[in-house]
Structure formats: structure tokens, C-alpha cells
């Protein structure tokens, strides 16, 4: 199997959204994809932020390492799941050193605005070591 067609089992199989959907209970999720060797960007931290409105300061909500698939499963619950501005930080630079490799970006970070906490959102990382793009999924 090739690269791409490893990849595109991650990006659009209706089962893994379906398996997803049914083991997570997080309203928000990710899933790391390490596009130049086509496999899953597994042992990623990941840290959830959210901007205090008052402070303007970005508060710690929880830190997460992806699994093997690349998906960092339970990031927030629902309860914790308020309208708001996130940032997710992925720690790139540790991920490429642990596989031997130099990269461009040390760390990716993603902000974003939720207004409506009965969705699902869904934000992928694909990545590289020169490059990176992000998308909100379903």
C-alpha cells in the first residue's frame, strides 16, 4: 500500500468516523497525520488551551499524547466544553526529534472559535517536517 492510500484510509473511511464517534465522548477531537512517511502521527503531545475573555490569558485544559492511530481521544468533556476561543499546541519539534529527524516547526498551534458547544468538532493536523495544514473536519 502507498503512502496517499494509507493516509486517505485515515481521512475517509466511514468506519474510523463511525468508530470515533462511538468511543469518544469528546465534543472536540484531532487526529495527526505525518504525511511525509504516510503513516498515523503517533506519541504527539498536545495541549489544550482556552483564552480567558477577561485576562486574555490562555488557560491549560488538558494534555494529551496521540495514540497509534494518531488521535488524542477525551481531549475535553462535554460539561467542560463552553463557547470560546481554543488553541490546541502540537508539540512537532519532540515528535520529529523522536523519529530521528529536524524540522522547520518546533510546535503548531491552531486556535479557533466555538459558538456552538452541541456540535462535533473535529481538527486534523497534517504534517510534515517542512510543512503543516489543518482543517475543521466532522
Keep these: ?49 482556552r483564552l ?32 470560546g476561543v481554543y488553541k490546541m499546541r502540537f508539540e512537532t519539534g519532540k515528535y520529529w526529534d523522536a523519529l530521528g529527524e529536524t524540522c522547520f516547526y518546533p510546535y503548531v498551534e491552531i486556535v479557533f472559535t466555538i459558538t456552538n458547544t452541541s456540535q462535533h468538532y473535529h481538527v486534523p493536523l497534517l504534517l510534515s517536517r517542512f510543512s503543516y495544514s489543518t482543517y475543521r473536519g466532522s
Design 52 to 83: 480567558d475573555p477577561v485576562s486574555s490569558a490562555w488557560n491549560i485544559l488538558t494534555t494529551g499524547i496521540t495514540n497509534d492511530d494518531g488521535r488524542c481521544p477525551g481531549l475535553i468533556t462535554k460539561e467542560n466544553f463552553i463557547a
Design 1 to 49: 500500500m502507498n503512502r496517499l492510500q494509507h493516509i486517505r484510509g485515515h481521512i475517509v473511511s466511514a468506519d474510523k468516523h463511525i468508530n470515533m464517534s462511538a468511543t469518544l465522548p469528546s465534543p472536540l477531537s484531532t487526529h495527526v497525520l505525518n504525511i511525509a512517511q504516510g503513516v498515523p502521527g503517533a506519541n504527539m503531545t498536545i495541549v489544550l488551551h
